[in-house]
């Protein structure tokens, strides 16, 4: 296959990229909407969150094994049918007004985007010469932090309608509140509508246009594991390959510490510059949003010329550092020690990721499963820095979380990241 021929199905993939991107940063603006529509708790907001995360680690494995069989091809049209059905589930579910009924949509959306991603990185690392892999894969992610700084911009302008004060409904009888918020929770459907229809489409391009399948090369001689513990059996000879291992530890915790810096943000800019939440709510899209973004692009530059392990490794130095001065800083140099975060960490998922399976051969479509498995990361520890920050009544001492998540972050770069053969005996 010529270097032509890859042109179009790369720019495909990159497409998906930005699509989950976008889906996966309207949730920050989800939740406030929902709460409020639905009169829910921070507790029971959170679960948006949660059925996000519980789809990447139940959806994973499943996944690795479907491309296994079926080919990348088959993967992203059937990942982007669960995408779109999802999306459109939205409608029901306003329909009904119904918080699980939202809540299985966004589970239904994330199985779809868990599939994309166990295909589309590994298929971006494959799609060309493998000495550019982890330079192809940080581009394709270029587009992902656009998505991040475009989607909280527009999901704010389409979901969070300025609609009746709470003074105003504390004034109306149950009736007319129920009829009020059920009309604030119908602005869903005509965005999601919308967004199922493009991801359908793309899923119509998909299927009809030609994508190469790559055929990773396994070790002469090594046998296909089959029978009913065939699935435990080969997880466990995957992971014998120890820098798949460190990558998928490495993997969990740095998601978790990106979850962290974004999901808690407003509230940490609150508290620590003393600004108001629309103020917090700017620096987040402008500031952390913008600075991820731009991350990606000069992370993905210098990566022509700098090794991706060495400047993985002094990204997560540098993050590390900034964590201590988001503790003990005030004011707006802390606030800006966290968007000098969003920076650092940009490049951090796919030159894991692209490290993580390299050399895996026959075995990359399952070790891909296993490092978007750990995504699981962002679901348990970002309650952990919530935890501490109530416990010590500071929120900026749960920037231990995140501190301690880009120091195994620094141990992968300098040292888990490299392959070593594994013996046959």
Not at 136 to 160: D, E, H, K
Not at 221 to 241: D, M, Q, T, Y
Not at 312 to 331: D, E, F, H, Q
Not at 344 to 349: L, T, V
């Amino acid at each position: 296959m010529t270097k032509n021929n890859y042109l179009f199905p790369f720019i495909m993939i990159t497409s998906l990229f930005f699509m989950w991107g976008f889906v996966h940063n309207l949730d920050p603006v989800l939740i406030p909407h929902l709460k409020r529509s639905f009169s829910l708790n921070t507790l029971q907001a959170s679960l948006v969150d949660s059925a996000v995360f519980i789809a990447y680690f139940v959806m994973a494995l499943p996944a690795g094994f479907l491309l296994k069989k079926y080919g990348y091809k088959t993967g992203i049209i059937v990942g982007l049918a669960f995408f779109a059905i999802g999306s459109f589930l939205f409608i029901p579910a306003a329909n009904t007004q119904l918080y699980p009924f939202f809540l299985g949509a966004l589970f239904i959306i994330a199985s779809g985007l868990t599939i994309l991603e166990t295909a589309a990185n590994p298929y971006a690392s494959l799609l060309g010469p493998p000495e550019t892999a982890t330079f192809r894969l940080n581009f394709a992610q270029m587009f992902n932090g656009l998505a991040a700084t475009m989607a909280p911009i527009i999901g704010v302008r389409v979901l969070l309608i300025k609609g009746l004060s709470d003074q105003d409904l504390s004034r109306m009888t149950a009736s007319a509140r129920e009829l009020a918020l059920a009309s604030e929770a119908s602005s869903v459907k005509t965005p999601y509508l919308i967004l199922g229809s493009i991801i359908l489409l793309i899923a119509i391009i998909f299927f009809f246009i030609k994508l190469p399948e790559i055929k990773e090369e396994g070790v002469v001689g090594e046998k296909e594991i089959s029978g009913p513990f065939s699935i435990l059996i080969n997880l466990i000879r995957v992971l014998k390959h120890s820098h798949l291992a460190w990558a998928v530890a490495a993997q969990f915790f740095y998601v978790g510490a990106q979850v962290c810096v974004f999901s808690l943000f407003i509230i940490y800019a609150t508290k620590v510059a003393g600004i108001d939440q629309q103020a917090a709510g700017d620096y987040l899209g402008y500031g952390a949003g913008l600075a991820f973004l731009v991350g990606r692009v000069v992370g993905t530059f210098l990566m022509r010329f700098i090794k991706a392990e060495l400047l993985l490794a002094i990204c997560a130095v540098v993050c590390m550092s900034l964590c201590i001065v988001a503790i003990t800083a005030s004011g707006m140099l802390a606030l800006f020690s966290v968007i000098g975060i969003a920076f650092f960490m940009s490049i951090m998922f796919p030159t894991i990721f692209s490290l993580g399976i390299k050399d895996l051969g026959k075995d990359t479509k399952i070790g891909s499963s296993l490092i978007i498995m750990s995504i699981v990361g962002g679901a348990i520890l970002p309650p952990l820095m919530g935890y501490i920050a109530d416990v010590t009544g500071n929120i900026q001492r749960g920037y231990l979380v995140p501190l301690i998540c880009f120091g195994v972050v620094f141990l992968f770069a300098i040292k888990g990241y490299k392959v070593v053969k594994i013996s046959k005996k």
